[in-house]
DNA sequence: TCTACATATGTTGACCTTCTACACATCTTG
DNA sequence: CAAGATGTGTAGAAGGTCAACATATGTAGA
């Protein structure tokens, strides 16, 4: 396995989980998991970063949580979107676009 | 003017100011027109954010500096890349590409 | 049986980057 | 004469991510 060491740009996290949480309600450690597994290895939460996120999210209303149980038979906090979340996610989506291809095109100036 | 808050991805300021060098000597203050102006407006670097970086990456021995006079007459500091500079600008531009693959893919995940 | 790993949530403190706001200095334009 | 563009820089606050820790259970393999 290579050495990756990846930084998730600050700021992107939040949407990564609005974004998998509105594919239908899911506990934390499923959406790191999907996160892996959709990026195909390269994006990695840390629970560290994963935790205070959801956190975070709930507190702003973006995020409901319910507690619940895993596929596994485990307890779990459930997440659904909210209709904020939603406008929410919308709203970075754009920001996002809108960033990356500004990025793209300083990258690929020539003098 | 639409209000725009663009919290520059955070990490990408680095390589952004590297690419910009990396066209050609210029001080600090023309590096953040031409990011700004290149990006077609969308990304605007702060002096608060400039200035730290330049000198975080002079340390780094990515960027040289020497005085100078700019177009308009006045004492200016002028960056050019170093060796080690150009090869942290290419780690850098494969690693966004990753990244920014990455999150294309799941922003496109579909259920 | 014992160990390790997967599952699951959470906190702490350090680290780094960016931002706002300030400070200073000069030249040009209205 | 005032404002804005040009040019460099610092201080302190705010915020996010990370490594590391803590806890708990089930399961697979040696």
Redesign the interface.
Same mark, same amino acid.
């Given at each position: 396995m290579p050495i990756e060491r990846?930084? *998730?740009? &600050?700021?992107?996290l939040d949407? *990564?989980i609005l974004?998998?949480v509105a594919?239908?309600p899911v506990h934390g450690y499923g959406i790191s998991q999907r996160?892996r597994q959709?990026?195909?290895e390269?994006?990695q939460v840390q629970q560290g970063s994963l935790y205070p996120a959801l956190h975070r999210l709930e507190k702003r209303g973006w995020l409901e949580a319910d507690w619940g149980e895993s596929d596994k038979g485990r307890p779990a906090k459930f997440y659904k979107l909210s209709a904020k979340g939603r406008k929410q996610l919308a709203t970075e &989506?754009l920001?996002?676009r809108?960033? @990356?291809? @500004?990025?793209?095109?300083? *990258?690929r @100036? @020539?003098?």
């Open positions: 990846s930084d *998730l740009l &600050q700021g992107t949407m *990564l974004k998998i594919l239908g996160i959709i990026s195909k390269v994006l &989506q920001n996002w809108r960033l @990356a291809g @500004a990025v793209g095109l300083v *990258l @100036a @020539a003098e």
